[in-house]
């Protein structure tokens, strides 16, 4: 029999709300995140703006001498983390050996340290060889992002990075899960980071026309999902951390738990490595078999957190999954998607879902998306628009697509 998983912490660095605490009032508010890029001149580019978090402090988190030899996916990824775990009421320095073997770290990211590998390339193509860090090559990969949190708290079980683009964090979460269902480890701090706001990424996105650049005179209104005026997504940054555990480990330690997590699927439409296939076929596949895996049908759901990214085809796409996989209880479904309000975090974003969602089991209000002032006719189903609503949520599901054809879904359960 497979064991039971619960989450039972949470850590949040998110461009609307530093701290779980933050996180919860902006959400449910619908406070947008989305504001002009400060940290390099954005002028010269077509888009400027981003879901940014310019007041982060990483050397709060990352001694300075060795914030030149990290991406900042590092502290913006301990920050969250070091949240999670006081949350989940686990002190790392009490614990003993066997214990931190027993805890896994799992981390999903789409761009990791595509920031700090621009930003040393920017030295050596410029004469600037010696500002240039000698860990360019090991903290330039994706491996290691996983084993700077390992080292931060010294847990000793596993320390893996999933990257699978956008559906980064939902697989990284889905694999904890998967683990402490079999029995493998009874803990996993887990979740999502990414920090892709750069001047070489922004100008590659604009070259895919992913990014919309009708809105940098006005940030907050710039993320638009299921708008008919919508015409691209807002790229963002951000940390969304968990405490995964067995059930009856976090019982017999008295943890308070958020929710359990019942099930998990994932496909692939192997269609394109950007474009998403016309039909909602695999990514209403992958809803349907999380919700067999869960034991639930349609009509015991309460919630769904969108993907929901601005851009035409994925909001169209995904309106249909739903209705494919939920039938005539997608029109009576309250749901929203959270990019409206910090923009499109990558690999992390699966993770940002999950955080939206606990908040919004734990609080029996569903987020509002924002900017929704016309609905595009193909997007017909209720997606809250701009003001928040009373909901009773005892399920609900977390959604997501993205590039290289692939889709994932997680699914919630309240306990107690």
């Not at 009032?25 to 888009?47: E, H, M, N, Q």
């Not at 989940?88 to 999903?108: Q, Y």
Request: glycine content about 10%; hydrophobic content about 40%; overall charge negative.
């Amino acid at each position: 029999m497979s064991s039971r998983v619960v989450i039972t912490g949470m850590g949040v660095v998110s461009p609307n709300g530093m701290g779980k605490v933050e996180f919860c009032r902006a959400i449910l508010a619908g406070k947008s995140g989305v504001k002009r890029i400060s940290r390099f001149d954005p002028s010269c580019l077509p888009v400027q703006i981003a879901g940014e978090m310019p007041d982060f402090d990483e050397l709060a988190w990352v001694d300075a001498r060795e914030r030149k030899h990290v991406s900042r996916v590092v502290p913006l990824a301990i920050a969250a983390s070091s949240e999670a775990i006081q949350d989940a009421g686990i002190d790392p320095t009490s614990l003993s050996m066997e214990e931190k073997r027993n805890i896994g770290v799992v981390l999903g990211t789409g761009g990791g340290a595509q920031e700090f590998s621009e930003e040393q390339y920017r030295l050596w193509h410029s004469g600037q060889e010696k500002k240039a860090s000698l860990f360019a090559i090991p903290s330039g990969t994706m491996g290691t992002l996983s084993s700077e949190v390992n080292m931060r708290f010294g847990f000793r079980g596993y320390s893996h990075v999933v990257t699978a683009g956008c559906t980064s964090s939902t697989d990284a979460i889905g694999y904890a899960y998967q683990h402490i269902q079999a029995g493998v480890l009874p803990v996993f701090l887990v979740g999502g980071v990414d920090s892709t706001i750069t001047p070489g990424i922004i100008k590659g996105y604009s070259l895919l026309r992913a990014l919309t650049q009708s809105w940098n005179d006005a940030p907050e209104r710039a993320s638009r999902p299921f708008s008919a005026n919508r015409d691209g997504f807002v790229l963002a940054e951000g940390s969304w951390m968990f405490v995964l555990e067995d059930f009856d480990h976090a019982h017999a330690r008295g943890a308070r738990i958020y929710a359990e997590l019942c099930g998990y699927a994932s496909t692939c439409e192997a269609f394109h490595r950007v474009r998403m296939s016309d039909s909602p076929e695999e990514p209403a596949r992958a809803i349907t078999m999380a919700l067999e895996e869960a034991g639930l049908g349609p009509e015991d759901i309460q919630y769904v957190s969108l993907h929901g990214t601005s851009t035409e085809m994925n909001d169209r796409v995904e309106t249909q999954a739903l209705k494919l996989a939920l039938g005539r209880r997608a029109e009576k479904i309250p749901m929203s998607a959270l990019k409206s309000q910090i923009g499109h975090a990558q690999g992390a974003c699966g993770s940002a879902s999950l955080a939206a969602t606990l908040i919004a089991m734990e609080h029996g209000a569903v987020p509002p998306t924002i900017n929704l002032e016309t609905p595009d006719p193909a997007c017909d189903l209720d997606y809250v628009p701009d003001v928040g609503r009373k909901a009773t949520i005892e399920h609900a599901i977390c959604n997501c697509v993205g590039f290289g054809s692939k889709n994932s879904a997680l699914l919630l359960k309240r306990t107690g």
